[in-house]
């Protein structure tokens, strides 16, 4: 059963950081580019950022350049983001998300295979 897992999310102040986790099982990581989505109540699906197979390619929304930062650790089956600035327009249910194209590059604009079940991220003062 290939599946991911998100973790990290929650409550924070603007300004706060949150650093979102997604692990992996079912699948060899580094098999995958993973992306970051998320979605805002009455908004669609956004691409946040995403990571290519081995960690050496990346992209950003936008609107998160200069805040967000995404890492992998394959032998630890784990992608990060981690979340600087936060803004209350970041208040969303995050999604991870494994594409199996993304060797040297990554997008959150292809299809990508399996995703998580999402992990709720508030920003409120």
């Known amino acids: 059963q290939l599946q991911l897992v998100e973790s990290g999310g929650g409550l924070v102040q603007p300004g706060g950081s949150l650093r979102l986790s997604c692990a992996a099982s079912g699948f060899t990581l580094d098999d995958y580019a993973i992306g970051w989505f998320r979605q805002a109540p009455g908004k669609e699906r956004e691409g946040v950022s995403c990571?290519?197979?081995?960690?050496?390619?990346?992209n950003y929304a936008n609107s998160v350049k200069g805040r967000f930062t995404i890492s992998r650790d394959n032998a630890k089956k784990t992608v990060y983001l981690q979340m600087d600035s936060l803004k209350p327009e970041d208040t969303a249910v995050y999604y991870c998300?494994?594409?199996?194209?993304?060797?040297?590059?990554?997008?959150?604009?292809?299809?990508?295979?399996?995703w998580g079940q999402g992990t709720q991220v508030t920003v409120s003062s």
């Open positions: 998300a494994a594409d199996a194209s993304g060797t040297y590059y990554c997008s959150f604009y292809v299809r990508h295979d399996y």
């Open positions: 990571i290519s197979k081995l960690g050496g390619s990346t």
